[in-house]
């Protein structure tokens, strides 16, 4: 797979750096994947950023991943602004409105990638729109893992 940017929700973070999680190793595997071959995409209103900040914590793997990324310039930057259709079909949804950033910055990349595990996005009315809407790319961490190693 050519770079590509892509867009994280919170939860992979968190996964990446609880030991115990069973995805762990999929997460971590997809950071290093992205840090190495694609870029990551976040919102230039900062509130992806904000998101992020517990989980990266001094010595996990999600902080260390952190600092390089920025140090490679492997960070790329869009609005979270999602258009008034979508905003407006999402919460006829009932999606979980702290997400639409990700989903916003998703629709903003060339490759419209987004890798979550949160329940709100695979509600299949919620999948089905993202994905035939909106034209968003969705994965699963071992999905993303699998394609950002190609």
């Not at 929700?9 to 190495?36: F, G, M, Y």
């Not at 006829?92 to 997400?99: E, G, Q, T, V």
Request: charged share 25%; with cysteine; proline share 5%.
């Amino acid at each position: 797979m050519a770079m590509t940017e892509w867009v994280l929700d919170t939860q992979i973070l968190e996964i990446a750096s609880t030991a115990e999680h069973p995805l762990v190793l999929d997460a971590a595997a997809l950071l290093r994947a992205i840090r190495d071959r694609h870029l990551l995409a976040i919102d230039c209103e900062s509130e992806i950023l904000h998101e992020y900040v517990p989980y990266l914590r001094p010595g996990t793997v999600a902080a260390q991943w952190w600092v390089q990324m920025n140090q490679r310039g492997k960070l790329r930057y869009h609005s979270h602004q999602l258009k008034q259709r979508h905003h407006r079909a999402l919460a006829a949804l009932r999606f979980d409105p702290s997400d639409k950033k990700f989903v916003g910055v998703a629709y903003r990349t060339p490759t419209h990638l987004l890798v979550a595990e949160e329940p709100d996005y695979w509600d299949p009315p919620v999948e089905d729109y993202l994905v035939n809407h909106m034209h968003i790319v969705l994965l699963r961490t071992d999905e993303a893992a699998t394609a950002a190693a190609l």
